[in-house]
């Protein structure tokens, strides 16, 4: 999966996510006629943050996307719909184009960022599983703090 992709990819499910949970509150205290699905649509729009945050991080370094560019990208996830637009933007310009620049055979990695990402890069399968694991331990952790406005 290329770069492109995998960002377009998160960019989306994360708009979906949030069209989920926008209708979820809007059930729940515009209708008045179920709170049940807020806490999925909440849950599940939460772990996709997650995600396009770590791929944003990911596709940014590899595409040495500037630090404005990078940081907007981190910051359209927090407004509903806008990582769409980001992303066609970014595109339009160039901001996604090639391959994974640090694949065995590729550009040698320089940094600890580089170093982390050439690693991802060459054992896949297993980054897959550990990025997996390290969204759900902050999403559990998440959970176990709570909401930011405490109920009552």
């Known amino acids: 999966m290329s770069p492109r992709n995998l960002f377009r990819l998160f960019a989306f ?73 980001f992303e066609l933007v970014v595109d339009r310009k160039g901001g996604l184009d090639g391959p994974w620049r640090l694949v065995p055979g ?15 890069l060459r054992r896949p399968f297993v980054a897959i599983g550990l990025g997996v694991l390290a969204v759900a331990a902050v999403f559990v952790v998440l959970l176990i703090l709570g909401p930011p406005i405490p109920k009552g």
Do not use: C
């Open 13 to 85: 499910a994360e708009a979906v996510t949030w069209a989920f949970l926008l209708i979820a509150m809007f059930l729940k205290y515009v209708t008045q006629t179920t709170d049940a699905v807020v806490p999925i649509a909440g849950g599940l729009h939460g772990f996709v943050f997650l995600s396009y945050v770590l791929t944003t991080s990911f596709v940014w370094v590899n595409q040495r996307w500037s630090v404005g560019r990078g940081m907007l990208g981190l910051v359209s996830s927090v407004l509903p719909f806008t990582t769409i637009p």
């Open 106 to 120: 590729g550009d040698a990695p320089h940094g600890f960022i580089e170093h982390v990402q050439a690693w991802v």
